[in-house]
């Protein structure tokens, strides 16, 4: 009788999940796993199944990811076990997009040729950073400067006493600082660098903001500057360790995205793109930044902006944005 | 999108700072970057007539399609669906619904006015609700709310909403309708029940200056219809017009003349049907042949120039999601086998088919000719008709001239809701429903019912197409949504406000169907 009872209510089980239409579920790693105890009675008939996972939708690497693993990992817990044998029955995921949802779809190898399909749906509006989708994050550029003379490199920070905007402007024999009072860009003290250059052609500088200092390079030359009322400027002979030319600004939902410049000829307009390193959708239109001539330096790590300095081909004059990533609205 | 814009004006205060620092310490920056109210953008459109009214769009129909884009600049939804997924509020701003999404409350906006100034009362919205959606639904005004009640649970009904002739209006006591959107109809009875629809002639829309989600940039909007789509282009080439439709054949060329152009996803289905009540289509492995011997991916990417993709499904991927499921069955030594083991005599066989071009323009007329080539490749035999001779069923019957047996359609997605797209599908074009096949929303459930609405074969798909524009050279903030909602509401224009030509009273001013200037 126990046997017997076991057996029905294993058999209820197995019905209920074959006829359970699509669920709604409420977050994304609850559909993926949604979806596995959907998927795995249709699996116990298989020794060998093979994982075949495909990301069709505007999620990132790193979100597909997560879902594979949550998954794989409720798949496991109905003793489903995933091989890597290419002979073994492929089970297929999509991950697809609706205008308002996000699909999850299995297909599930049936006798012969046909395919079992089972789906999870989860609004679109309800997957975390689903800004990433369409144009996941926009990268927005404000004009904060231009002049004729050539820009090393550019950092803007903040006077955290009278909570002002402060931009570092390194050009070929000065140092400048700005800040900002009534709307417009003041000029609030500007040192030489002259005695610690040799002319040159190169072209290379940076500014890295450190609290109330900035470290200031130069070819031949490392500079520490205190950022006070007058900027006090202290150099070395040496050789820089140039960071490397990348901003990394923090993604809506939350992941630093690492930007590089395109091309690096300085011949021709420029854009700014995430780095190929998974970290960001080097797909999506909105996520590359052009600019009319090259990127000379970038700056910015870990906030939620930064600056690039570009030489604007068409106007000839060096240009100072400020790059921000706007989320949806 | 109203919102957005809305957003990123307040928005603009943070970015005042830098604007302002580019232009007080670098005089030399000067392009416009910033929208710019005034200036009239000019529009041409193939279609001969339009309607704004829409109790009388024909779903899934061009002038249908014409009706709706022009129809959301005087009219405005309950609710948008934003390019991210994300439902905003519009004439609604919080809704709720039931466990069994049976039924729905919508809570209005409050004072919203008609474009002539009196406010929007629930009621009004209730009615205009009760007249555009099916019958089986009870909408009625409770407080400053609407509630919708249904039998069927309704998961899906803001994606319903948010689309197709889903627009809250009032209709006059002339029957013309008075909305609340960014534009005003200059010649209000141009919308009324009376008028057939605008034809052959010119529409001017001024802006709605007390429009509740902010004035449009635009003073004014000029729309000529029934302008052949080479002159639209030459038009636009000559700074005549800021915004043409682009047919697959004039995408390159447009594309060689470095005109800016855009497309959407593919939001049209071009299918043949196959009249289920004719003995000529009951054969099952006729209806199989014919659809394994088309050749949808030379359709695609020869005849339309890549600028439409092959069709598998009846909804397009971006819209249902699960259309990859669905095999591309070409397979032209399968469709031969099929067609040996028909019965001699057969029409199809010995005597041709006949396959009707429901749709207007070369595109439709070229892929029935190409169906007709590969049908043959097949051993298939079908003829195809002029235009006008695909009637529906219905209208078959009242009258003694024999109908096709296949229909080559056109079918434009209006609505956002899957379900609510195939039920219009279906209905439209009187295709059979397959074997225990329900309406539903839930994706495994409308994937089963597609599934067995193509095993019938009784409709074909064959390629999809984009919507395809182009655009003048001063037509900033065009942000169309990917379905092709063009949201000029937000578009400006980067020219001198010039005042709006005078509207030519009809049969005085250049005919626009009539082809007097040089096509490129």
């Known amino acids: ?329 | 999108m109203r919102c957005i814009a809305s957003l990123s004006l307040a928005g603009t205060s943070l970015l005042v700072l830098g604007a302002l620092a580019a232009e007080v310490l670098t005089p030399s920056a000067g392009a416009a970057t910033r929208p710019r109210y005034g200036g009239t953008l000019r529009i041409e459109l193939q279609t001969a007539s339009v309607t704004f009214d829409p109790r009388r769009w024909q779903t899934g129909s061009a002038e249908a399609a014409a009706g709706e884009q022009l129809g959301a600049l005087v009219l405005d939804r309950l609710v948008s669906l934003d390019n991210h997924g994300r439902f905003q509020p519009q004439l609604a701003i919080e809704w709720t619904h039931d466990a069994a999404f049976k039924r729905w409350q919508f809570t209005l906006r409050p004072g919203v006015k008609f474009a002539e100034g009196t406010p929007l009362t629930s009621a009004e919205v209730a009615a205009a609700l009760q007249l555009v959606l099916p019958q089986t639904r009870q909408v009625l005004a409770s407080g400053n709310a609407v509630v919708l009640q249904s039998a069927e649970p309704l998961p899906d009904l803001l994606e319903e909403l948010a689309s197709g002739r889903n627009f809250i209006f009032r209709v006059q006591a002339d029957g013309s309708l008075a909305g609340t959107g960014p534009f005003v109809l200059d010649d209000p009875s141009k919308n009324a029940p009376s008028n057939p629809g605008v034809t052959g002639s010119r529409l001017s829309l001024r802006a709605n200056e007390e429009c509740w989600s902010g004035r449009p940039f635009l003073d004014a909007i000029q729309v000529t219809l029934g302008v052949p789509a080479a002159r639209q282009l030459y038009d636009l080439q000559l700074g005549q017009a800021d915004l043409v439709e682009l047919p697959p054949d004039l995408f390159h060329h447009a594309d060689d003349a470095h005109v800016r152009t855009w497309s959407s996803r593919p939001v049209e289905l071009i299918a043949l049907v196959l009249d289920g009540a004719r003995p000529a289509v009951q054969d099952a492995r006729l209806r199989e042949a014919l659809s394994f011997a088309i050749d949808r991916s030379t359709m695609a990417g020869v005849l339309l120039q890549k600028q439409a993709e092959p069709a598998a499904a009846l909804l397009p991927g971006w819209l249902s999601g699960y259309a990859f499921l669905f095999p591309m069955e070409t397979n032209i030594e399968r469709a031969k086998e099929l067609r040996a083991a028909l019965p001699a005599g057969m029409l199809g066989t010995a005597d041709p088919l006949r396959l009707g071009v429901d749709a207007a323009g070369d595109v439709a007329r070229l892929l029935a000719e190409r169906v007709a080539v590969n049908a043959r490749q097949a051993g298939l035999n079908l003829q195809v008709l002029g235009r006008g001779t695909a009637r529906t069923p219905s209208s078959a019957a009242s009258n003694a001239t024999p109908s096709p047996d296949v229909r080559l359609i056109r079918w434009r997605v209006s609505s956002l809701a899957p379900r609510d797209a195939l039920d219009s599908l279906t209905t439209a074009f009187h295709v059979p429903e397959g074997s225990g096949a329900a309406s539903s929303s839930d994706p495994e459930q409308l994937y089963q019912r597609e599934r067995a609405l193509l095993d019938t074969r009784f409709v074909i798909p064959l390629v999809y197409l984009p919507e395809s524009v182009a655009l003048g050279a001063s037509v900033r903030d065009w942000i169309p949504s990917p379905w092709g909602e063009w949201h000029l509401e937000d578009v400006w224009l980067d020219r001198p406000a010039t005042p709006a030509p005078p509207v030519p009273a009809p049969g005085s001013a250049r005919q626009p169907s009539g082809g007097q200037g040089v096509h490129p």
Request: glycine share 6%; aromatic share 6%; proline share 5%.
């Open chain 1, 1 to 329: 009788v126990v046997r017997f009872f076991c057996l029905s209510c294993l058999s209820i089980l197995f019905c209920s999940a074959l006829f359970l239409p699509a669920v709604r579920a409420d977050s994304v790693e609850d559909a993926a796993r949604a979806l596995a105890r959907k998927v795995a009675p249709l699996l116990a008939s298989h020794e060998h199944v093979r994982l075949s996972w495909q990301n069709d939708s505007l999620l990132s690497a790193g979100q597909s990811e997560l879902l594979r693993r949550a998954f794989s990992a409720d798949l496991m817990t109905s003793h489903i076990s995933l091989s890597e044998d290419p002979a073994a029955s492929e089970l297929l995921v999509s991950l697809r997009e609706t205008p308002a949802e996000l699909l999850l779809i299995a297909a599930i190898p049936d006798a012969g040729d046909t395919r079992q399909i089972r789906m999870v749906q989860v609004p679109r509006s309800d997957i975390p950073g689903s800004d990433r989708s369409s144009s996941a994050f926009r990268l927005q550029r404000e004009l904060l400067w231009q002049q004729a003379g050539p820009i090393l490199a550019a950092a803007e920070t903040q006077d955290s006493a009278k909570k002002q905007d402060l931009l570092l402007l390194l050009q070929h024999d000065s140092l400048a600082l700005y800040r900002v009072e009534a709307e417009r860009w003041l000029l609030q003290d500007s040192v030489t660098l002259e005695p610690f250059l040799r002319p040159s052609r190169d072209s290379s500088g940076q500014v890295l903001i450190q609290g109330e200092e900035a470290q200031v390079l130069v070819p031949g030359r490392i500079c520490t500057v205190h950022l006070g009322t007058h900027l006090s400027l202290a150099c070395r002979p040496g050789t820089p360790a140039w960071r490397e030319n990348v901003l990394t600004l923090s993604s809506c939902d939350g992941a630093a995205v690492k930007f590089v410049p395109g091309s690096g000829d300085w011949s021709t307009p420029d854009h700014l793109q995430p780095a190929e390193d998974g970290s960001g959708t080097a797909d999506s239109s909105g996520s590359r930044l052009d600019v009319a001539g090259p990127i000379l330096s970038l700056s910015g790590e870990g906030n939620a902006r930064g600056i690039a300095v570009v030489y604007n081909l068409s106007s000839g004059n060096y240009e100072v944005y400020r790059i921000t990533l706007a989320c949806g609205n």
